[in-house]
């Protein structure tokens, strides 16, 4: 099975600008996360897709949204960014996200710098 | 203060060395235990996963938790330069869900 895929993998914008990233999950998989990694904070838990509904959400602002569409792919949106948003932000899926040992799968990630 | 600390490094080690790294946490809920390895450019992988207190071991890796004092460790034995990676600890009350990561401790393991 193909891994889980994200894309662009880099993005370069500017501030006050909004930008889209992409997920495809393993297939068959139902449940997309989502998380922004700093240098400074680590991995943060932004939010969690399943079956094209958001299921559970992180502490972030509104600024930061996502989706899921009925084949699984799942895009998350940033609106008017800032200098701290840059980040790696991961995408993660497993089957049905809720069992204790229903595993999550990473995906490489999208770097994306704001100048 | 973070609901999980983990000294991120670097931890530099010859090749063939016992590693040890550690997580403290402060959430009594935690119940579910991860450690992913991410090598550079890449997602993180899942390495042990453990429920609640014990020991579990796998290949060279053996992961113990302690409830009790709310701590965690991995060990990896007989370490490889191909082992060099971030090594981040992730725990949850729920299974995979809203997982709560360290910041990752840095592996350097030289051959």
């Known amino acids: 099975k193909a891994g889980v895929t994200q894309t662009p993998r880099y993005l370069i914008k500017t501030r006050g600008q909004q930008v889209t990233l992409s997920c495809s999950p393993i297939s068959g998989h139902r449940s997309v996360s989502w998380y922004q990694q700093t240098p400074g904070q680590g991995l943060q838990f932004l939010f969690e897709y399943f079956s094209e509904t958001q299921r559970n959400k992180g502490n972030f602002p509104g600024r930061f949204s996502g989706r899921q569409f009925s084949n699984s792919r799942s895009e998350m949106n940033v609106s008017t960014l800032e200098l701290g948003d840059s980040a790696l932000y991961l995408c993660?899926?497993?089957?049905?996200?809720?069992?204790?040992?229903?595993?999550?799968?990473f995906g490489p990630g999208t770097r994306l710098t704001v100048l | 203060q973070k609901e999980v600390e983990q000294d991120p490094g670097p931890l530099s080690v010859p090749e063939g060395a016992i590693v040890s790294l550690n997580c403290t946490y402060s959430n009594s809920a935690f119940q579910y235990f991860m450690w992913y390895r991410q090598y550079s450019r890449k997602g993180p992988e899942l390495l042990m996963y453990t429920y609640s207190s014990g020991n579990k071991e796998d290949g060279r890796f053996t992961a113990q938790v302690d409830k009790s004092s709310k701590y965690i460790s991995l060990f990896i034995r007989d370490s490889q330069p191909s082992d060099s990676a971030t090594y981040l600890c992730a725990m949850s009350g729920t299974g995979f869900q809203k997982l709560v990561f360290g910041t990752g401790t840095r592996l350097l393991v030289s051959p």
């Open positions: 993660a899926s497993s089957e049905y996200g809720r069992t204790s040992t229903d595993t999550q799968y």
